[in-house]
Every structure is written in C-alpha cells, then in structure tokens.
T-cell receptor, first 110, second 115 residues
Framework: GIQVEQSPPDLILQEGANSTLRCNFS?????LQWFHQNPWGQLINLFY???GTKQNGRLSATTVATERYSLLYISSSQTTDSGVYFC????????????FGTGTRLKVLA | DSGVTQTPKHLITATGQRVTLRCSPR?????VYWYQQSLDQGLQFLIH???????AKGNILERFSAQQFPDLHSELNLSSLELGDSALYFC??????????????FGAGTRLSVL
C-alpha cells in the first residue's frame, strides 16, 4: 500500500531553536497538507502544499513532488509549537482517500 | 475555532451498544469527512460525503455507517461496539469535493470510550 512516513518520530527542542520535519510518500499526490495537533487534540491546518514553497510567519513548507517528499520548517520555536505534526496526502492513483503520515511529536522546552 | 462542530465531546458506553456522533460543517462547506484516531492505528480516514452523497470510503468497518443530511450535517453511527473502537473520532469539512485545493478544517473531536 501507499506509505507516508514522517521523520523524526520524536523531537525535543529548546525554545528558540529551529527544526525541519520531513514527510516521505511513496506515490505521486494530488493533495498534500500539513497539520498540527496541539496537546488538547485539536487538528489545525498549517499548509496546503502539493508542490512548491509557502511561508506563514515562523513556519514554512516545501514539497518536491517529483522526489516525493515534503519538509516543514519551524523557526524560533515556541512552547506553543508543541504537539504532533502530520502530513496528509491524497495519492493520484487509486481511489480518492486521505492518508495521514505517522506524525512527528514535537516538544519545545522553555 | 475551525467552525466545525462535533457533539458530544465525550461518550462512554458499553460493549455491544450503538452510538451516534454528530458533525456540523463550516458554513458553506459541502464536504464532510470522518476520521478515527487510535493509539495503535494512528489517524485513519473513514468516509467522505459531498452534498449528501458518499464520495470515498476508507477503512470503515461494516459495523459503522454514516450519512449526510439535506442541511449538510453528518452523523456517524457505530454499532455492536467493541473495546477496540475506543478512539477519538474527528469530523472535517471543506468547500468542495475535488482533491486540488481542497483544504480541510477539523472539529474538536468526539472521544469515545467503550468499557
């Protein structure tokens, strides 16, 4: 089946540090999104980015569709960035289904 | 606040029972999606409805069913509940049905505990 793997699985940062989260997928995609699940469980959409680069404040994302990976950059991390980050894809092949990645659990220490 | 409303927030029930989870999408959104988040399976797509019609089905068990009503709210029915059905159930909504530029907004979830 289609694989969506994220790395690293866990990450601990000191407040103010930068980080890069990676999402590898095994099929070409029509849709790719990044979500943040905060410690209270709420899922928040960060980026819709099936290709190219986008920036929103301290966060930016890049997807290289031809090489089947996406990166999420967090700069000057804050404790409120803690939680789990998921990438979600819809592959071009097969039926129209959203597939979540394995997630990266981030903890930012004050 | 995403604008997607899920009720109830918490549900505790016993094995063998049936429950209904409710989702009201954001104003103007025609698509509703259901997901299950469990510790061992992660986040899994269950089903997608667009304007009352089923559009895609994921890893949804036969004991589970869903529908979207004319007012666009949706219900997820879980029957013959088992301990393993304990999970966080999310609903999401989006404007369209096409995959491209289809950004989903998630509700706060319903936490189901089956005892």
């Amino acid at each position: 089946g289609i694989q969506v793997e994220q790395s690293p699985p866990d990450l601990i940062l000191q407040e103010g540090a930068n980080s890069t989260l990676r999402c590898n997928f095994s099929d070409s995609v029509n849709n790719l999104q990044w979500f943040h699940q905060n410690p209270w469980g709420q899922l928040i959409n960060l980026f819709y980015i099936p290709s190219g680069t986008k920036q929103n404040g301290r966060l930016s994302a890049t997807t290289v569709a031809t090489e089947r990976y996406s990166l999420l950059y967090i700069s000057s991390s804050q404790t409120t960035d803690s939680g789990v980050y998921f990438c979600v894809i819809v592959p071009t092949s097969g039926t129209y289904k959203y597939i979540f990645g394995t997630g990266t659990r981030l903890k930012v220490l004050a | 606040d995403s604008g997607v409303t899920q009720t109830p927030k918490h549900l505790i029930t016993a094995t063998g029972q049936r429950v209904t989870l409710r989702c009201s999408p954001r104003s103007g959104d025609l698509s509703v999606y259901w997901y299950q988040q469990s510790l061992d399976q992660g986040l899994q797509f269950l089903i997608h409805y667009y304007n009352g019609e089923e559009r895609a089905k994921g890893n949804i068990l036969e004991r589970f069913s869903a529908q979207q009503f004319p007012d666009l709210h949706s219900e997820l029915n879980l029957s013959s509940l088992e301990l393993g059905d304990s999970a966080l159930y999310f609903c999401a909504s989006s404007v369209g049905t096409g995959v491209a530029k289809n950004i989903q907004y998630f509700g706060a979830g319903t936490r189901l505990s089956v005892l």
